[in-house]
């Protein structure tokens, strides 16, 4: 079962083209937390070379949304309805981890709370916090999505 | 004087690796506003198609960073502290527009609104709204740079 | 029928126990937009004497609760699922007025943004900026109520 | 050590006119966290009798904010910049419980999480969640505070 929670969300994430252009990975998946990966690169880069919060924000976030989905019922989808991010200390490193997990989650909104964490060889350092609102939807039909 | 402001922009624009590879361009540099915009494409979508909140942050943010940026006095720079993003309706467009716009600017802190619109032809839609608190810094020196 | 709208807001501002124990009253109710005042009292102060950042919330929430109650269809109310507030300088005034617009109604969620002006005889300055997440909601029933 | 620091919040939250409105009292502080206590009653409700989310607000606010302020050097005083509050359910309780605690303190900016939990008898639910903040100030002068 947990293997069927990670196929549907490995899924997902294999079809957001934005997840292949950052070269992010989904790491872990279990019943409530969703973790992903990403390596830094310059083409991630604010212009002091650190990671920048865009790319900060498209890991957590979608850590975040996953977490979600992983209560959602089967057929449901998500999408994020908003979200808030502290940025506690540059974004150095040479891979970070999001981690999203969920902390509420009732019939239409779930609430998550998200870590980003920097990476240098043994050590790691929390760089940012997130939460944020995650709605339940139906899926999109094939017309709306082709718009 | 409002060109200064824009090279001043500009050249940090340019130096962010994540705009570069969005796709990004700086369209709009006044007093206490700039103007950020990106065309969209599969590889910065999410499962659906539609721009990834990572990519409406992405744009925003730095929008919101570079119209503190123009009340800043010279020499220092801006760091984002914390963002909030609601994200209206999906973000379905040809192409998108950020607008940061500075509503007070302290000593430390300056706290901005956003905006990204998405365009589809002749017509636009608010998709995204961004409240962010922006703190002034000292560059860092090259050293802090290497890390 | 603006002033239905009126009396449907007024009769459940005047239901809520707090809005009386700070001493606000409901100002202006318009379709997407109400207004709150508030007198500065020292039962509503902090430490330094200005006017609490609980207070300061407690009005622009209302004030956004309510103009997403004006765009609600009868029968339907809204509870607040979240918000975030900028508190931009200290909160030193004699009276203070709560403004909430709404910035997007959908079905489920409406996205309010508030303002709070602190005013000083005939001078203002604007103190805090809200930006929030209204849900639509059945009223509770009368059990739940007496819970 | 402890009990000075338990005096320094305690002193300061003494002078806060809008907690002894509310009827709520510091229960607790620690080296980055602590607690408030709120009782219920029908002058904080809302509308169906809940606890009003501005009464939230406050309590979780200054849970905050003083945990933040057992992280700063002595003399120095505290001011909330922003926090976002997500309200997961209704506030329906006997009593009510915050708790902040400091996240991240840098040199300017402390980032803090709170918790708002409901007390019915013996069993608690959480109702809300905070993410704030708050910047390290020189204390106002005498002049600044007669204003």
Redesign the interface.
Request: no cysteine; proline share 5%; aromatic share 4%.
């Given at each position: 079962m947990t293997s069927d929670l990670h196929q549907r969300i490995a899924q997902?994430?294999d079809?957001?083209?934005?997840m292949?252009?950052?070269g992010a990975t989904l790491t872990a998946v279990t019943d409530g937390e969703v973790r992903i990966a990403l390596p830094h690169?310059?083409?991630?880069?604010?212009?002091?070379?650190y990671l920048?919060?865009?790319?900060v924000?498209?890991?957590v976030?979608?850590a975040c949304g996953y977490a979600a989905l992983t209560k959602a019922p089967a057929g449901m989808e998500v999408?994020?309805?908003?979200?808030?991010?502290?940025?506690?200390?540059?974004a150095?490193g040479d891979r970070f981890e999001a981690i999203g997990r969920v902390?509420?989650a009732?019939r239409?909104?779930t609430?998550c709370?998200g870590e980003v964490h920097a990476w240098r060889g043994d050590e790691s350092k929390?760089v940012a916090?997130m939460?944020a609102?995650i709605?339940r939807v139906a899926p999109?039909t094939q017309s709306?999505?082709?718009?």
């Open positions: 997902s994430f079809s957001q083209g934005l292949t252009t950052l690169s310059p083409h991630l880069a604010q212009q002091h070379g920048h919060a865009g790319a924000t498209s890991i976030d979608s999408v994020t309805a908003e979200f808030k991010l502290n940025l506690m200390r540059p150095i902390q509420s009732g239409t909104l609430v709370t929390l916090l939460q609102t709605v999109p709306e999505q082709q718009r």
